[in-house]
């Protein structure tokens, strides 16, 4: 089993739709990113977490310890939202190394 | 600031051949990574530094693959000899102490025959 689960794999939807797209994790960690990959293969950085919520235009990020488990919102979804959308833990306090999801590939279409 | 800086962005080499791939992280940052991505495994840490000392390196496949950071400005990642299997894009990013989000190259996309 990954240490990092997201769901769903693969995602559609229509322009407009509100996507929600699911991270869960088995570690203990320090932080949580969530990172978006263009289908040109270019990764940005879209938030860190370690607790609560976040917000950024129209994409919204939360988190609970407790459950292990964060969640990536996207409102009001438009055609260049397509990418591919990763999930990444942090273990400890004194490390940055990451553990990757699989991703999840959404394509919004207009 | 032109971001971090990979180069090149697609090598083709012979199996066994010597690889070096480049980066310039953004200036200021104080910590610089490197990944590697493939179909099979996704995205994988290989090694990390902070202000140009390793870190972590036991996302190194082995022996073959080395990294240096000589300087806050550079760093590279060699693999000698190099083998189909290490076809993959690599990718480097830095980022400002571990509390910010990272920066990341556009890659390296390695080919091995």
């Known amino acids: 089993k990954n240490e990092v689960e997201q769901s769903p794999q693969n995602l559609t939807a229509q322009e407009g739709e509100f996507i929600t797209i699911n991270c869960s994790y088995s570690?203990?960690?320090?932080?949580l990113h969530w990172l978006q990959q263009h289908p040109g293969g270019g990764i940005v950085s879209l938030f860190m977490?370690?607790?609560g919520k976040k917000k950024h235009g129209r994409l919204i990020a939360t988190i609970n310890i407790q459950e292990k488990h964060s969640s990536l919102h996207i409102t009001a979804s438009h055609p260049r939202d397509s990418a591919v959308y990763i999930c990444?833990?942090?273990?400890?306090?004194?490390?940055?190394?990451?553990?990757f999801g699989t991703g999840t590939r959404l394509q919004v279409f207009p | 600031d032109a971001g971090v800086i990979q180069s090149p962005r697609h090598e083709v080499t012979e199996m066994g051949q010597e690889v070096t791939l480049r980066c310039k992280p953004i200036s200021g940052h104080d910590y610089l990574f490197w990944y590697r991505q493939t179909m099979m495994r996704g995205l994988e840490l290989l090694i990390y530094?902070?202000?140009?000392?390793?870190?972590?390196d036991s996302g190194m496949p082995e022996d073959r693959f080395s990294a240096k950071m000589p300087n806050a400005s550079f760093s590279t990642l060699k693999i000698q000899p190099s083998e189909p299997r290490d076809s993959a894009v690599y990718f480097c990013?830095?980022?400002?102490?571990?509390?910010?989000?990272?920066?990341f190259g556009s890659g390296t996309r390695l080919t091995v025959v």
């Open positions: 570690v203990g960690i320090s932080a």
């Open positions: 977490l370690s607790s």
């Open positions: 530094f902070n202000n140009n000392v390793p870190i972590d």
């Open positions: 990444a833990v942090r273990l400890g306090l004194n490390t940055d190394k990451l553990i």
């Open positions: 990013a830095s980022s400002f102490g571990l509390n910010y989000g990272y920066t």
